[in-house]
């Protein structure tokens, strides 16, 4: 009577391989749509290939190189698509920089850092605040000594 041993067996095996998520993890993605649902909290967030929604909170960044991203609960650093449009309803503790794409500073957006975006559009809330420098165009770090 193998089988009930076989069975255990596989079954602990699959055990081991399930983890259980920590309430501060990161959501990292190669490919794929990642979501921070409401009331939840992760560490940072990043996927290579996919739109990104952020409901609950992001203790530090938040990355598409392509996809879309929308930030509704506050994100405690940087906000970067690569390739995609930003829109962004809540505070951001750092920079936000859009390579390729249009930002949307909404009602409720506060940007603490610097908003940068390379050949898309700002559309910018009247009630929206950025704490620094808005840039725009592609910049180069040709020429720079270095620090």
Known sequence: MRKPAGLLL????????IS????????????GDVVVGQG???????????????EGEVKRDVRS????IEIYGPVGG?????SGDVWIYAPV??????????????HG????????????????DSEAIVGGAERAGMASDFGDKGS
């Open 10 to 17: 596989c079954t602990l095996l699959l055990a081991s391989l």
């Open 78 to 82: 940087d906000v970067e698509a690569g």
């Open 109 to 124: 957006a506060q940007v603490s850092g610097n908003v940068s975006r390379g050949n898309g559009s700002l559309y910018l």
């Open 20 to 31: 259980s998520n920590p309430a501060y993890a990161s959501e990292k993605k190669v490919m």
């Open 40 to 54: 939840e909290s992760v560490d940072e967030v990043s996927t290579a290939w996919g739109n990104v929604r952020v």
């Open 93 to 106: 503790g750092g920079d936000v920089d859009v390579g390729h794409g249009d930002l949307h500073l909404e």
């Open 65 to 68: 190189a392509v996809g879309n």
